[in-house]
Protein backbone atom coordinates (compact mmCIF):
# COMPACT_ATOMS: atom_id res chain seq x y z
CA UNK A 1 0.00 0.00 0.00
CA UNK A 2 1.18 3.60 -0.50
CA UNK A 3 -0.32 7.07 0.28
CA UNK A 4 -0.48 9.57 -2.73
CA UNK A 5 -1.07 13.45 -2.75
CA UNK A 6 -1.01 16.37 -5.74
CA UNK A 7 -1.73 19.72 -5.58
CA UNK A 8 -2.33 22.75 -8.23
CA UNK A 9 -2.14 26.23 -5.96
CA UNK A 10 -1.09 29.45 -6.66
CA UNK A 11 1.81 29.86 -4.15
CA UNK A 12 4.50 27.04 -3.72
CA UNK A 13 3.67 23.14 -3.03
CA UNK A 14 6.44 22.24 -0.94
CA UNK A 15 5.76 22.38 1.90
CA UNK A 16 2.00 21.90 1.70
CA UNK A 17 2.75 18.79 0.06
CA UNK A 18 5.30 17.20 2.69
CA UNK A 19 2.62 18.06 5.29
CA UNK A 20 -0.13 16.04 2.91
CA UNK A 21 2.55 13.09 3.00
CA UNK A 22 3.20 13.22 6.70
CA UNK A 23 -0.48 13.14 7.26
CA UNK A 24 -0.02 9.75 5.10
CA UNK A 25 3.03 7.92 6.24
CA UNK A 26 0.81 5.57 8.09
CA UNK A 27 0.01 4.25 3.98
CA UNK A 28 3.75 3.59 4.03
CA UNK A 29 7.26 4.13 5.73
CA UNK A 30 9.87 2.93 2.92
CA UNK A 31 10.57 5.47 1.13
CA UNK A 32 8.97 8.80 0.52
CA UNK A 33 9.33 10.96 -2.60
CA UNK A 34 8.02 14.61 -3.99
CA UNK A 35 8.15 16.06 -7.64
CA UNK A 36 7.40 19.66 -8.03
CA UNK A 37 6.91 21.83 -10.95
CA UNK A 38 7.48 25.68 -12.56
CA UNK A 39 6.21 26.49 -15.64
CA UNK A 40 7.30 23.42 -17.86
CA UNK A 41 9.72 22.23 -15.51
CA UNK A 42 9.81 19.96 -12.89
CA UNK A 43 11.88 19.54 -9.89
CA UNK A 44 12.10 16.49 -7.60
CA UNK A 45 13.87 14.44 -4.85
CA UNK A 46 12.92 11.27 -3.69
CA UNK A 47 14.96 8.88 -1.48
CA UNK A 48 14.24 5.45 0.65
CA UNK A 49 13.17 6.51 4.39
CA UNK A 50 10.29 8.12 6.40
CA UNK A 51 9.30 11.52 5.08
CA UNK A 52 10.75 13.24 7.83
CA UNK A 53 13.98 12.13 6.79
CA UNK A 54 14.24 11.94 3.42
CA UNK A 55 13.25 15.95 3.27
CA UNK A 56 15.47 18.55 4.80
CA UNK A 57 15.70 22.00 4.30
CA UNK A 58 17.93 21.81 1.28
CA UNK A 59 15.96 19.15 -0.37
CA UNK A 60 12.69 21.52 0.60
CA UNK A 61 14.76 24.53 -1.32
CA UNK A 62 15.30 22.83 -4.15
CA UNK A 63 11.76 21.93 -4.66
CA UNK A 64 10.35 25.34 -6.14
CA UNK A 65 6.91 25.57 -7.80
CA UNK A 66 3.22 25.81 -7.62
CA UNK A 67 2.23 22.89 -8.71
CA UNK A 68 3.16 19.01 -7.87
CA UNK A 69 2.46 15.33 -6.25
CA UNK A 70 4.11 13.44 -3.72
CA UNK A 71 4.07 9.86 -2.45
CA UNK A 72 4.87 7.54 1.05
CA UNK A 73 5.84 3.76 -0.29
CA UNK A 74 5.50 0.23 0.60
CA UNK A 75 6.35 -1.79 -1.57
CA UNK A 76 4.45 -5.16 -2.58
CA UNK A 77 6.12 -4.93 -6.09
CA UNK A 78 9.37 -4.53 -7.22
CA UNK A 79 12.53 -4.46 -4.94
CA UNK A 80 12.07 -3.28 -1.85
CA UNK A 81 15.74 -2.20 -1.26
CA UNK A 82 15.71 -0.45 -4.57
CA UNK A 83 16.27 4.34 -4.03
CA UNK A 84 15.55 3.42 -7.70
CA UNK A 85 11.94 2.68 -7.22
CA UNK A 86 11.01 4.87 -4.68
CA UNK A 87 8.43 7.11 -6.42
CA UNK A 88 7.25 9.16 -8.31
CA UNK A 89 8.28 7.83 -12.10
CA UNK A 90 9.25 10.25 -14.52
CA UNK A 91 9.85 9.80 -18.25
CA UNK A 92 10.59 12.82 -20.83
CA UNK A 93 8.35 11.80 -23.78
CA UNK A 94 5.48 12.95 -24.31
CA UNK A 95 5.84 16.44 -22.61
CA UNK A 96 7.59 15.45 -19.23
CA UNK A 97 5.20 12.93 -16.87
CA UNK A 98 5.55 12.31 -13.61
CA UNK A 99 3.89 9.83 -12.00
CA UNK A 100 3.01 8.06 -8.30
CA UNK A 101 0.56 5.19 -7.98
CA UNK A 102 -1.28 3.46 -5.22
CA UNK A 103 -2.01 -0.03 -5.78
CA UNK A 104 -0.47 -3.43 -7.77
CA UNK A 105 -0.60 -4.11 -11.79
CA UNK A 106 -1.17 -8.18 -11.89
CA UNK A 107 -0.17 -8.11 -15.43
CA UNK A 108 2.59 -6.15 -14.95
CA UNK A 109 4.80 -8.88 -16.78
CA UNK A 110 2.79 -9.38 -20.01
CA UNK A 111 2.96 -5.36 -19.76
CA UNK A 112 6.79 -5.24 -19.63
CA UNK A 113 6.69 -7.35 -22.61
CA UNK A 114 4.39 -5.54 -24.94
CA UNK A 115 6.23 -2.14 -24.14
CA UNK A 116 9.03 -3.45 -25.62
CA UNK A 117 7.92 -5.05 -28.12
CA UNK A 118 5.03 -3.06 -29.38
CA UNK A 119 5.29 0.41 -27.74
CA UNK A 120 9.40 0.34 -28.41
CA UNK A 121 9.62 1.35 -25.00
CA UNK A 122 12.54 0.67 -22.18
CA UNK A 123 11.35 -0.51 -18.28
CA UNK A 124 14.73 -0.21 -16.28
CA UNK A 125 13.61 -1.63 -12.33
CA UNK A 126 10.90 -4.38 -11.93
CA UNK A 127 8.31 -1.33 -10.41
CA UNK A 128 4.84 -1.87 -11.59
CA UNK A 129 4.70 1.97 -11.44
CA UNK A 130 7.14 2.36 -13.76
CA UNK A 131 4.90 0.31 -16.18
CA UNK A 132 2.03 1.97 -15.30
CA UNK A 133 3.78 5.42 -16.26
CA UNK A 134 5.14 4.00 -19.67
CA UNK A 135 1.84 2.77 -20.86
CA UNK A 136 0.39 6.22 -20.26
CA UNK A 137 2.77 8.23 -21.92
CA UNK A 138 2.43 5.74 -24.52
CA UNK A 139 -1.43 6.55 -24.73
CA UNK A 140 -1.21 10.22 -24.90
CA UNK A 141 1.57 10.02 -27.14
CA UNK A 142 -0.49 7.90 -30.21
CA UNK A 143 -3.00 10.48 -29.39
CA UNK A 144 -1.51 13.70 -30.12
CA UNK A 145 1.08 12.81 -32.49
CA UNK A 146 3.23 16.31 -31.76
CA UNK A 147 -0.19 18.21 -31.43
CA UNK A 148 -1.17 20.47 -28.68
CA UNK A 149 -2.35 18.18 -25.72
CA UNK A 150 -5.82 18.68 -25.24
CA UNK A 151 -8.05 17.64 -22.24
CA UNK A 152 -10.02 15.32 -24.70
CA UNK A 153 -6.80 13.57 -25.40
CA UNK A 154 -5.76 13.01 -22.01
CA UNK A 155 -8.93 11.31 -20.90
CA UNK A 156 -8.84 9.06 -24.78
CA UNK A 157 -5.49 7.82 -22.84
CA UNK A 158 -6.57 7.14 -19.69
CA UNK A 159 -9.74 5.29 -21.52
CA UNK A 160 -7.32 3.34 -23.03
CA UNK A 161 -5.12 2.79 -20.19
CA UNK A 162 -8.31 1.11 -18.53
CA UNK A 163 -8.19 -1.27 -21.14
CA UNK A 164 -4.76 -2.41 -20.65
CA UNK A 165 -4.20 -2.50 -17.30
CA UNK A 166 -5.31 -4.83 -14.66
CA UNK A 167 -5.20 -4.90 -11.09
CA UNK A 168 -5.66 -1.87 -8.66
CA UNK A 169 -4.48 1.34 -8.94
CA UNK A 170 -4.72 4.69 -8.23
CA UNK A 171 -2.68 7.53 -9.90
CA UNK A 172 -1.60 11.05 -9.27
CA UNK A 173 0.79 12.36 -12.96
CA UNK A 174 1.97 15.68 -13.86
CA UNK A 175 2.02 16.82 -17.32
CA UNK A 176 4.24 19.40 -17.02
CA UNK A 177 3.42 22.79 -18.26
CA UNK A 178 -0.45 21.38 -18.22
CA UNK A 179 -1.31 20.60 -14.99
CA UNK A 180 -2.69 17.52 -12.83
CA UNK A 181 -4.00 14.11 -13.67
CA UNK A 182 -5.70 11.77 -11.06
CA UNK A 183 -7.83 8.32 -11.87
CA UNK A 184 -9.06 5.22 -10.20
CA UNK A 185 -9.24 1.66 -11.33
CA UNK A 186 -12.37 0.43 -12.43
CA UNK A 187 -13.69 -1.00 -9.55
CA UNK A 188 -11.78 1.71 -7.09
CA UNK A 189 -10.02 -1.26 -5.26
CA UNK A 190 -7.87 1.71 -3.55
CA UNK A 191 -9.19 4.97 -1.84
CA UNK A 192 -8.77 8.35 -4.23
CA UNK A 193 -10.40 12.12 -3.50
CA UNK A 194 -10.31 15.41 -3.96
CA UNK A 195 -10.73 18.90 -2.01
CA UNK A 196 -10.06 22.32 -3.39
CA UNK A 197 -8.98 25.53 -0.95
CA UNK A 198 -10.01 29.44 -1.34
CA UNK A 199 -11.73 30.84 -4.52
CA UNK A 200 -8.10 30.61 -6.54
CA UNK A 201 -8.60 27.44 -8.05
CA UNK A 202 -6.43 25.41 -5.58
CA UNK A 203 -7.13 21.47 -5.77
CA UNK A 204 -5.81 19.09 -3.76
CA UNK A 205 -5.92 15.04 -4.93
CA UNK A 206 -4.56 12.62 -2.17
CA UNK A 207 -5.81 8.89 -0.72
CA UNK A 208 -7.40 9.87 2.31
CA UNK A 209 -9.61 12.71 3.25
CA UNK A 210 -7.48 13.18 5.95
CA UNK A 211 -4.98 14.45 4.17
CA UNK A 212 -7.31 17.32 2.70
CA UNK A 213 -8.65 18.27 6.33
CA UNK A 214 -5.54 18.81 7.67
CA UNK A 215 -3.89 21.18 5.07
CA UNK A 216 -7.00 23.08 5.13
CA UNK A 217 -8.65 22.21 2.21
CA UNK A 218 -12.32 21.20 2.22
CA UNK A 219 -13.02 17.43 1.12
CA UNK A 220 -15.26 18.01 -1.99
CA UNK A 221 -15.67 13.65 -3.23
CA UNK A 222 -14.39 10.87 -3.77
CA UNK A 223 -12.90 10.56 -7.53
CA UNK A 224 -15.38 7.51 -8.14
CA UNK A 225 -14.08 4.04 -9.90
CA UNK A 226 -12.66 4.41 -13.29
CA UNK A 227 -13.00 8.07 -13.18
CA UNK A 228 -10.38 10.75 -14.22
CA UNK A 229 -9.91 14.10 -13.71
CA UNK A 230 -7.51 16.78 -14.97
CA UNK A 231 -6.64 20.45 -13.24
CA UNK A 232 -4.54 22.93 -15.28
CA UNK A 233 -2.51 25.13 -14.30
CA UNK A 234 -5.26 27.59 -13.65
CA UNK A 235 -7.01 25.50 -11.24
CA UNK A 236 -10.05 24.80 -13.79
CA UNK A 237 -11.10 20.80 -13.12
CA UNK A 238 -12.03 18.71 -15.55
CA UNK A 239 -13.64 15.08 -14.98
CA UNK A 240 -15.02 12.17 -17.05
CA UNK A 241 -15.69 8.77 -16.38
CA UNK A 242 -13.44 6.56 -18.29
CA UNK A 243 -14.20 2.94 -17.73
CA UNK A 244 -17.19 1.12 -19.95
CA UNK A 245 -18.38 -0.88 -16.77
CA UNK A 246 -17.40 0.73 -13.50
CA UNK A 247 -18.52 -0.82 -10.20
CA UNK A 248 -17.92 0.58 -6.79
CA UNK A 249 -15.70 -2.04 -4.83
CA UNK A 250 -13.36 -0.63 -2.01
CA UNK A 251 -10.97 -2.90 -0.63
CA UNK A 252 -12.69 -3.84 2.81
CA UNK A 253 -8.97 -3.99 4.80
CA UNK A 254 -8.69 -0.13 4.10
CA UNK A 255 -11.95 0.03 6.72
CA UNK A 256 -10.28 -2.47 8.61
CA UNK A 257 -6.62 -1.85 8.81
CA UNK A 258 -5.18 0.51 6.69
CA UNK A 259 -6.50 4.03 6.65
CA UNK A 260 -6.36 6.70 9.44
CA UNK A 261 -10.33 6.60 11.45
CA UNK A 262 -10.08 10.30 10.65
CA UNK A 263 -10.88 9.71 7.03
CA UNK A 264 -13.61 9.36 5.27
CA UNK A 265 -13.83 6.83 2.01
CA UNK A 266 -15.96 6.48 -0.22
CA UNK A 267 -19.32 7.93 1.42
CA UNK A 268 -18.00 5.80 4.99
CA UNK A 269 -16.41 7.37 8.23
CA UNK A 270 -13.56 4.88 8.78
CA UNK A 271 -14.19 5.73 12.40
CA UNK A 272 -17.91 4.95 12.70
CA UNK A 273 -17.07 1.10 10.24
CA UNK A 274 -14.60 0.33 12.83
CA UNK A 275 -17.61 1.10 15.89
CA UNK A 276 -20.15 -1.19 13.58
CA UNK A 277 -17.79 -3.65 13.36
CA UNK A 278 -17.44 -3.68 16.98
CA UNK A 279 -21.38 -4.24 17.35
CA UNK A 280 -21.46 -7.20 14.86
CA UNK A 281 -18.46 -8.72 17.02
CA UNK A 282 -20.22 -7.93 19.97
CA UNK A 283 -22.50 -10.42 18.82
CA UNK A 284 -20.30 -12.89 17.86
CA UNK A 285 -18.35 -12.57 21.38
CA UNK A 286 -21.90 -13.08 23.28
CA UNK A 287 -22.68 -16.18 21.09
CA UNK A 288 -19.85 -17.86 22.11
CA UNK A 289 -18.61 -16.82 25.59
CA UNK A 290 -21.44 -15.50 28.32
CA UNK A 291 -20.21 -12.00 28.76
CA UNK A 292 -19.97 -12.29 32.70
CA UNK A 293 -17.02 -14.37 31.98
CA UNK A 294 -15.20 -11.08 31.22
CA UNK A 295 -14.00 -9.23 33.43
CA UNK A 296 -12.45 -6.33 31.36
CA UNK A 297 -12.30 -5.21 27.18
CA UNK A 298 -8.85 -4.48 26.22
CA UNK A 299 -8.01 -2.80 22.89
CA UNK A 300 -4.56 -3.81 21.11
CA UNK A 301 -3.30 -0.69 19.95
CA UNK A 302 -4.29 1.46 17.53
CA UNK A 303 -6.79 0.83 14.99
CA UNK A 304 -8.58 -1.63 17.26
CA UNK A 305 -9.64 1.04 19.73
CA UNK A 306 -13.36 2.00 18.43
CA UNK A 307 -14.19 -1.68 17.84
CA UNK A 308 -12.77 -2.67 20.99
CA UNK A 309 -15.07 0.13 22.79
CA UNK A 310 -18.15 -0.05 20.90
CA UNK A 311 -17.80 -3.85 21.78
CA UNK A 312 -17.33 -3.36 25.62
CA UNK A 313 -19.93 -0.49 25.67
CA UNK A 314 -22.53 -3.78 24.31
CA UNK A 315 -21.31 -6.33 26.39
CA UNK A 316 -21.66 -4.10 29.17
CA UNK A 317 -18.17 -5.04 30.43
CA UNK A 318 -15.13 -2.48 31.61
CA UNK A 319 -12.84 -1.09 28.44
CA UNK A 320 -9.59 -0.29 29.67
CA UNK A 321 -6.22 0.87 28.17
CA UNK A 322 -3.97 -2.47 29.22
CA UNK A 323 -0.75 -1.78 26.71
CA UNK A 324 1.06 1.32 25.75
CA UNK A 325 2.69 1.51 22.46
CA UNK A 326 5.89 3.28 21.64
CA UNK A 327 5.03 5.57 19.05
CA UNK A 328 8.63 5.53 17.77
CA UNK A 329 8.48 1.38 16.10
CA UNK A 330 6.78 1.16 12.98
CA UNK A 331 3.61 -0.98 12.29
CA UNK A 332 4.53 -4.42 12.71
CA UNK A 333 2.28 -5.49 9.71
CA UNK A 334 3.93 -3.80 7.35
CA UNK A 335 7.43 -4.39 8.88
CA UNK A 336 9.40 -6.42 5.95
CA UNK A 337 10.76 -10.32 7.16
CA UNK A 338 8.85 -11.80 9.69
CA UNK A 339 11.99 -12.02 12.41
CA UNK A 340 12.39 -8.21 12.09
CA UNK A 341 8.22 -8.30 12.85
CA UNK A 342 8.23 -10.47 15.80
CA UNK A 343 11.07 -8.69 17.53
CA UNK A 344 9.13 -5.54 17.79
CA UNK A 345 6.35 -6.94 19.01
CA UNK A 346 7.56 -5.93 22.61
CA UNK A 347 9.65 -3.24 21.92
CA UNK A 348 6.39 -1.57 20.19
CA UNK A 349 3.80 -2.62 23.16
CA UNK A 350 4.25 -2.84 26.76
CA UNK A 351 1.50 -4.01 29.53
CA UNK A 352 0.11 -2.54 32.30
CA UNK A 353 0.08 -4.93 34.64
CA UNK A 354 -2.82 -4.00 36.78
CA UNK A 355 -4.98 -4.37 34.49
CA UNK A 356 -4.26 -7.77 33.69
CA UNK A 357 -3.86 -9.24 37.23
CA UNK A 358 -5.83 -12.07 38.36
CA UNK A 359 -8.87 -11.08 35.12
CA UNK A 360 -10.25 -12.93 32.52
CA UNK A 361 -9.78 -10.61 29.72
CA UNK A 362 -11.00 -9.85 25.96
CA UNK A 363 -8.41 -8.87 23.99
CA UNK A 364 -9.22 -7.07 20.91
CA UNK A 365 -7.18 -6.63 17.65
CA UNK A 366 -8.04 -5.43 14.08
CA UNK A 367 -7.11 -8.36 12.38
CA UNK A 368 -4.82 -11.10 12.41
CA UNK A 369 -2.83 -12.00 9.32
CA UNK A 370 0.48 -14.16 10.49
CA UNK A 371 -0.17 -14.78 14.07
CA UNK A 372 3.10 -13.78 15.23
CA UNK A 373 2.07 -10.12 16.74
CA UNK A 374 -0.93 -12.01 18.34
CA UNK A 375 0.87 -14.77 20.06
CA UNK A 376 3.46 -12.25 21.62
CA UNK A 377 0.57 -10.04 23.13
CA UNK A 378 -1.25 -13.39 24.60
CA UNK A 379 1.95 -14.37 25.90
CA UNK A 380 2.72 -10.75 27.16
CA UNK A 381 -0.93 -10.31 29.07
CA UNK A 382 -0.61 -14.23 31.25
CA UNK A 383 2.66 -12.45 31.82
CA UNK A 384 1.01 -9.79 33.30
CA UNK A 385 -0.86 -12.16 35.56
CA UNK A 386 -4.35 -13.05 32.81
CA UNK A 387 -6.15 -15.48 34.66
CA UNK A 388 -7.82 -16.35 31.43
CA UNK A 389 -6.73 -14.36 27.78
CA UNK A 390 -9.27 -14.13 25.15
CA UNK A 391 -8.96 -12.41 21.79
CA UNK A 392 -11.57 -11.32 19.25
CA UNK A 393 -11.04 -10.36 15.71
CA UNK A 394 -12.59 -7.28 14.53
CA UNK A 395 -11.83 -8.65 11.32
CA UNK A 396 -12.96 -12.16 9.62
CA UNK A 397 -9.86 -14.68 8.78
CA UNK A 398 -7.49 -13.77 6.66
CA UNK A 399 -7.37 -17.05 4.37
CA UNK A 400 -5.70 -15.76 0.74
CA UNK A 401 -2.91 -13.84 -0.59
CA UNK A 402 -3.63 -10.10 -1.34
CA UNK A 403 -2.66 -9.25 -5.02
CA UNK A 404 -4.00 -6.17 -5.39
CA UNK A 405 -1.62 -3.41 -3.14
CA UNK A 406 -1.41 -4.96 0.84
CA UNK A 407 1.59 -7.10 1.98
CA UNK A 408 0.22 -10.51 2.29
CA UNK A 409 2.22 -12.37 -0.67
CA UNK A 410 1.77 -16.28 0.47
CA UNK A 411 -0.60 -18.17 2.08
CA UNK A 412 2.12 -19.77 3.74
CA UNK A 413 2.46 -16.38 6.00
CA UNK A 414 -1.48 -16.46 7.22
CA UNK A 415 -1.73 -18.03 10.09
CA UNK A 416 -5.83 -18.94 9.18
CA UNK A 417 -4.83 -20.75 6.02
CA UNK A 418 -6.44 -24.03 5.32
CA UNK A 419 -6.75 -24.23 9.59
CA UNK A 420 -9.28 -24.13 11.35
CA UNK A 421 -10.40 -21.76 13.88
CA UNK A 422 -9.66 -24.32 17.08
CA UNK A 423 -6.02 -25.08 15.39
CA UNK A 424 -5.34 -20.83 14.99
CA UNK A 425 -6.59 -20.61 18.64
CA UNK A 426 -3.88 -23.17 19.69
CA UNK A 427 -1.19 -21.89 17.39
CA UNK A 428 -2.01 -18.40 18.91
CA UNK A 429 -2.48 -19.61 22.49
CA UNK A 430 -5.33 -17.52 23.69
CA UNK A 431 -8.20 -19.64 25.72
CA UNK A 432 -10.83 -18.55 23.13
CA UNK A 433 -10.64 -16.85 19.74
CA UNK A 434 -13.51 -15.14 17.85
CA UNK A 435 -13.52 -13.95 14.61
CA UNK A 436 -15.76 -11.37 13.02
CA UNK A 437 -18.72 -12.79 10.54
CA UNK A 438 -17.59 -11.81 6.88
CA UNK A 439 -21.40 -11.12 5.73
CA UNK A 440 -22.25 -9.27 9.09
CA UNK A 441 -18.86 -6.64 8.50
CA UNK A 442 -20.14 -6.29 4.56
CA UNK A 443 -23.50 -5.38 5.80
CA UNK A 444 -22.79 -2.66 8.29
CA UNK A 445 -20.31 -0.87 6.51
CA UNK A 446 -22.92 -0.87 3.67
CA UNK A 447 -25.73 0.23 5.20
CA UNK A 448 -23.37 3.41 5.79
CA UNK A 449 -23.02 3.98 2.58
CA UNK A 450 -25.88 1.96 -0.05
CA UNK A 451 -23.60 2.90 -3.10
CA UNK A 452 -21.35 0.59 -2.45
CA UNK A 453 -21.64 -2.33 -4.56
CA UNK A 454 -19.34 -5.04 -3.07
CA UNK A 455 -16.36 -5.02 -1.22
CA UNK A 456 -12.74 -5.90 -2.72
CA UNK A 457 -12.61 -8.63 0.07
CA UNK A 458 -10.26 -11.36 -1.56
CA UNK A 459 -7.98 -11.97 1.92
CA UNK A 460 -11.63 -13.01 3.46
CA UNK A 461 -13.11 -14.73 1.05
CA UNK A 462 -10.76 -15.79 -1.69
CA UNK A 463 -12.51 -14.05 -4.34
CA UNK A 464 -10.21 -11.90 -6.94
CA UNK A 465 -13.20 -9.19 -8.59
CA UNK A 466 -9.82 -7.80 -10.82
CA UNK A 467 -8.39 -10.75 -11.49
CA UNK A 468 -5.60 -12.55 -10.55
CA UNK A 469 -2.31 -13.51 -11.04
CA UNK A 470 -0.97 -15.02 -14.44
CA UNK A 471 0.11 -18.53 -13.90
CA UNK A 472 3.67 -17.68 -14.45
CA UNK A 473 4.06 -14.97 -11.95
CA UNK A 474 1.80 -16.36 -9.39
CA UNK A 475 4.04 -19.44 -9.39
CA UNK A 476 6.75 -16.64 -8.82
CA UNK A 477 5.53 -15.44 -6.20
CA UNK A 478 4.94 -18.69 -4.52
CA UNK A 479 1.21 -19.18 -5.54
CA UNK A 480 -1.10 -21.00 -7.53
CA UNK A 481 -3.81 -19.78 -10.11
CA UNK A 482 -7.15 -21.40 -10.72
CA UNK A 483 -8.05 -20.41 -14.58
CA UNK A 484 -11.15 -18.72 -14.98
CA UNK A 485 -12.33 -19.32 -11.53
CA UNK A 486 -11.41 -15.40 -10.10
CA UNK A 487 -9.51 -17.21 -7.14
CA UNK A 488 -6.27 -18.32 -6.10
CA UNK A 489 -5.52 -22.25 -6.16
CA UNK A 490 -3.75 -21.70 -2.84
CA UNK A 491 -4.41 -25.62 -1.82
CA UNK A 492 -3.03 -27.12 -5.30
CA UNK A 493 0.19 -24.73 -5.00
CA UNK A 494 0.93 -25.96 -1.21
CA UNK A 495 0.85 -29.70 -3.20
CA UNK A 496 2.95 -29.35 -5.46
CA UNK A 497 5.59 -27.84 -3.56
CA UNK A 498 5.64 -23.94 -4.52
CA UNK A 499 4.75 -22.49 -1.06
CA UNK A 500 7.31 -22.10 1.28
Do not use: W
Amino acid sequence: MCGIVGVISQQPVNQLLYDALLLLQHRGQDAAGIVTGSGSKLYMHKARGMVRDVFRTRNMRALPGDYGIGQVRYPTAGNAESEEEAQPFYVNAPFGLVLAHNGNLINAVALKRELFTNDHRHINTESDTEVLINVLAHEIERRTHGLPLSVDDIFAAVRAVHLRLRGSYAVVALIAGHGLLAFRDPFGIRPLCFGTAGESGEVMVASESVALEGTGYKFERDIAPGEAIFVDLQGRLHSEQCAAEPQRNPCIFEYVYLARPDSALDGVSVYRARLRMGETLAQRVISVLPPSEIDVVIPIPESSRPSAMQLAHRLGRPYREGFVKNRYVGRTFIMPGQAVRKKSVRQKLNAIGQEFAGRNVLLVDDSIVRGTTSREIVQMAREAGARKVYLASAAPPVRYPNIYGIDMPTASELVAHNRSVEEIRQIIGADVLIYQDLDAMKRVIREINPEIVEFEASCFDGCYIAGTLPPDEGKNRGEGVAPNTGRLSLQGAEEQGQLS
